[in-house]
């Protein structure tokens, strides 16, 4: 068994393809129409075929008081891995990326966190 997707509610696809693409370096899978959303996934361009992200929009009642409550708590939504958390965060923070969390270390793994400006918090980590 292999996780095959998983996802983030956004308020915005737009939005959030252009951040996850342009600023994250995700690249575009799948987008389908479904009425006014799509179903809309990113993969990592190391592993195109690995596991999707999905754009999931943020429009039922219960999601956003979800995402409120876990930005309020300064839980991410989502973690992704990186081969430099220091490097990354230089590269993001040039780019405009608002961070919640600057590199922290933390044992084997050193963390940060960024907002995804679509109501999540996102981890980025490495272990050494």
């Avoid at 809309?40 to 995402?67: F, M, N, R, W």
């Avoid at 990186?82 to 793994?109: I, K, N, W």
Wanted: net charge negative; hydrophobic share 40%.
């Amino acid at each position: 068994m292999r996780i095959h997707l998983t996802s983030v509610f956004v308020d915005d696809q737009d939005k959030a393809l252009r951040f996850y693409t342009e600023v994250l370096g995700f690249r575009k899978k799948t987008e389908v129409p479904l009425g006014d959303d799509r179903w809309l996934t990113v993969v990592s361009p190391e592993d195109p075929d690995g596991t999707e992200l999905l754009l999931e929009p943020d429009g039922h009642p219960a999601v956003k008081p979800y995402k409120e409550a876990l930005v309020e708590d300064g839980i991410p939504a989502a973690s992704f891995a990186v081969d430099d958390v220091h490097a990354e965060f230089s590269r993001l923070r040039e780019l405009g990326v608002r961070f919640t969390q600057e590199p922290l270390e933390m044992g084997p793994v050193t963390t940060a966190v960024l907002d995804d400006t679509c109501g999540n918090l996102i981890q980025i980590v490495h272990s050494k």
